[in-house]
T-cell receptor, first 112, second 115 residues
Framework: AQSVTQPDIHITVSEGASLELRCNYSYGATPYLFWYVQSPGQGLQLLLK??????LVQGIKGFEAEFKRSQSSFNLRKPSVHWSDAAEYFC??????????FGQGTELSVKP | EPEVTQTPSHQVTQMGQEVILRCVPI?????FYWYRQILGQKVEFLVS????????KSEIFDDQFSVERPDGSNFTLKIRSTKLEDSAMYFC?????????????FGPGTRLTVL
């Protein structure tokens, strides 16, 4: 069955520190993978996506993610976190029909 | 930049009442979706819609739910007889398929509270 796992429910990092949010997926074919961010009371904003080609993808707000087929992972990274990055982050995989299957989400807190 | 809009932002209703949630997708998009997020839980797919037909629906999307594109711009989700467990944030999304795949753009959501 198709699924997405985000092992970390909550992460706290210091402002200026690096960040890595983990995402593992289960999908039979080549996956289309996404990271979305949700600020409190807001909708889902696309950070980046992977469809094919270069396995390191760049997104908005200085985020990047690396697709590793051998590990079934698509981890999100940022070299230096800003206080405004505090939000909930969702990893998702798209099935053939277009449906997005989301992970549980990782809540990021940033301490000064 | 074009965006998906949703109305109302918050809807409070009594159990058993009908509600209609409205969405205006991005104008050149052809694929439309509804998702919901119960407080503290993951975002769940409800239904996808293309060419005036449901393409796929989840087990959550039972006979109490229906979707419609009544005109060229709106996309609605109707819940016929609301239950307490329908309380959630409902997100509309739209996309268009391109050579490099498709990206779903989400609206800000409608928070539905069933009392």
């Amino acid at each position: 069955a198709q699924s997405v796992t985000q092992p970390d429910i909550h992460i706290t990092v210091s402002e200026g520190a690096s960040l890595e949010l983990r995402c593992n997926y289960s999908y039979g074919a080549t996956p289309y993978l996404f990271w979305y961010v949700q600020s409190p009371g807001q909708g889902l904003q696309l950070l980046l996506k992977y469809f094919s080609g270069d396995t390191l993808v760049q997104g908005i707000k200085g985020f990047e993610a690396e697709f590793k087929r051998s590990q079934s992972s698509f981890n999100l990274r940022k070299p230096s976190v800003h206080w405004s990055d505090a939000a909930e982050y969702f990893c998702a995989v798209r099935n053939q029909g277009g449906k997005l299957i989301f992970g549980q989400g990782t809540e990021l807190s940033v301490k000064p | 930049e074009p965006e998906v809009t949703q109305t109302p932002s918050h809807q409070v209703t009594q159990m058993g009442q009908e509600v209609i949630l409205r969405c205006v997708p991005i104008s050149n998009h052809l694929y439309f979706y509804w998702y919901r997020q119960i407080l503290g839980q993951k975002v769940e797919f409800l239904v996808s819609f293309y060419n005036n037909e449901i393409s796929e629906k989840s087990e959550i999307f039972d006979d109490q739910f229906s979707v419609e594109r009544p005109d060229g711009s709106n996309f609605t989700l109707k819940i016929r007889s609301t239950k307490l467990e329908d309380s959630a944030m409902y997100f509309c999304a739209s996309s268009r398929r391109t050579a490099d795949g498709d990206t779903q753009y989400f609206g800000p959501g409608t928070r539905l509270t069933v009392l």
